[in-house]
């Protein structure tokens, strides 16, 4: 009897070592499925926030450009203006000059 009880004691812990083991697999499998999950979607959520940053900068930095690029362009054209006037007031008064020479 004792060898028998022995003997399904040997059975009963290979079969509950067999169980375990098998529960032990399934949790791994659930467990790294999980994580999975998880990293994937902390990616998605990093890549996420990163291009909404990356959109801010670059919609500051345009229009900081285009801020600098106005201001250059309007300075550019006050110095050119100025430049023509000066042109323009040397030119009449050089065909002044010479009308009153021809005229005198």
Same mark, same amino acid.
């Given at each position: 009897?004792?060898?028998n ?5 040997m059975k009963? =812990?290979? !079969? /509950?070592?067999?169980k375990?083991?098998?529960?032990? @697999?399934r949790? %791994?499998?659930?467990?790294?499925? &999980? ?7 902390i990616?998605?959520?990093?890549e996420?926030r990163l ?12 229009? =900081?450009? !285009? /801020? ?7 300075? @550019?054209?006050? %110095?050119?203006?100025?430049e023509? &006037? ?11 000059e ?5 005229f005198?």
């Amino acid at each position: 009897m004792r060898v028998n009880y022995e003997i399904n004691s040997m059975k009963n =812990k290979r !079969e /509950s070592d067999a169980k375990l083991s098998k529960t032990l @697999e399934r949790l %791994k499998s659930e467990m790294h499925t &999980e994580l999975d999950r998880r990293s994937n979607a902390i990616r998605a959520e990093y890549e996420q926030r990163l291009a909404n940053e990356l959109r801010e900068r670059e919609r500051q930095m345009k229009e =900081k450009f !285009e /801020s600098e690029y106005e201001s250059r362009v309007q300075m @550019e054209i006050r %110095k050119k203006s100025a430049e023509m &006037e000066r042109k323009k007031a040397v030119l009449e008064k050089h065909i002044m000059e010479q009308a009153k020479k021809l005229f005198n």
